[in-house]
């Protein structure tokens, strides 16, 4: 797991301050547009640099090993933003197509922008079913005029790079720009975020019936669980970050970020990673 300590990173700037709760935080600078963060088993975190928006070829991956030290794991992507880590490979939303990164940092496209249903918009977050047979993966759409009519999530099966649409907006008008993905641990159950309306949806992926849970998250972009069975929600535009409890009660957990992206969480579930895109950081936030 990452530890809770980093040590003095090479290459990048460490410093400490509070966030809206007050808890001890770590920050991590010196990323060009981080939109999504991972971390491994073996203490590594993963961030997505988009680089310059629509500028082909300058995004990558870079990797903060447990310690400190930094460096470039993969690059030459195009705007690469959610991840998901099967065994020993990471897998990328890209833009417009999915890649798959092997251990050493080599790449090759696994999805084509032609082998999805419709031509994708804004491919988003990853989100890996609990058998590791399937990748979830939401397209934005047309995310600056609030998905448009674009706005979808589909199914990936690992097995055969297929892609089968799950829902998009025809289906339901709700569906806008969908963004943040969490799976549970039946496969039966999809929870998404909307940036573009700000709501949070629970989809039973058996007869795409959508539910919804909560609002009120702004430009919701990321998900994630924490061992205290909380679903943090983070809100880019505002640059806040929620969490939802079992009781279904929503709770302003930190604020004060530019823009917190695509949130990801250390393996036991303690510490939330934020990427902040405007400013260029990730931060570890402890949780109680």
Do not use: C
Not at 94 to 99: A, E, H, N, V, Y
Not at 126 to 141: A, C, I, N, T, W
Not at 201 to 206: A, G, I, S, T
Not at 245 to 268: C, K
Request: aromatic residues 8%; glycine residues 12%.
């Amino acid at each position: 797991m990452v530890k809770t300590v980093v040590a003095a990173l090479l290459g990048s700037a460490l410093m400490f301050s509070g966030v809206a709760s007050g808890h001890e935080v770590k920050v991590v600078k010196g990323f060009k547009n981080p939109e999504s963060v991972l971390a491994d088993k073996a203490g590594r975190v993963f961030v997505s640099e988009i680089g310059e928006f629509d500028k082909d070829g300058d995004g990558q991956i870079s990797v903060i090993e447990p310690d400190g030290k930094r460096s470039v794991f993969a690059k030459g992507m195009n705007d690469p933003k959610g991840l998901a880590l099967v065994g020993s490979e990471l897998y990328v939303a890209d833009k417009d197509r999915i890649l798959k990164v092997d251990k050493d940092g080599e790449w090759v496209v696994l999805v084509d922008k032609s082998a999805f249903p419709a031509p994708p918009g804004f491919l988003n977050d990853l989100e890996l079913d609990y058998e590791g047979k399937y990748l979830y993966v939401s397209d934005s759409g047309d995310i600056a005029n609030q998905g448009g009519a674009s706005g979808a999530i589909y199914r990936i099966t690992l097995a055969t790079s297929k892609v089968d649409t799950v829902i998009h907006h025809q289906h339901d008008a709700r569906i806008k720009a969908p963004n943040g993905l969490w799976m549970d641990d039946t496969g039966e159950v999809l929870i998404y975020v909307d940036f573009a309306s700000g709501v949070l949806y629970k989809l039973d992926l058996l007869n795409r019936h959508l539910i919804e849970l909560a609002k009120g998250f702004g430009g919701g972009d990321g998900l994630a669980l924490g061992a205290n069975r909380k679903l943090y929600i983070s809100d880019y535009i505002n640059g806040k970050v929620f969490s939802l409890s079992i009781d279904d009660e929503v709770t302003l957990e930190h604020e004060g970020f530019q823009s917190a992206a695509d949130i990801g969480i250390t393996p036991d579930g303690k510490v939330l990673l934020v990427p902040d895109m405007k400013a260029g950081t990730v931060t570890w936030l402890h949780l109680h």
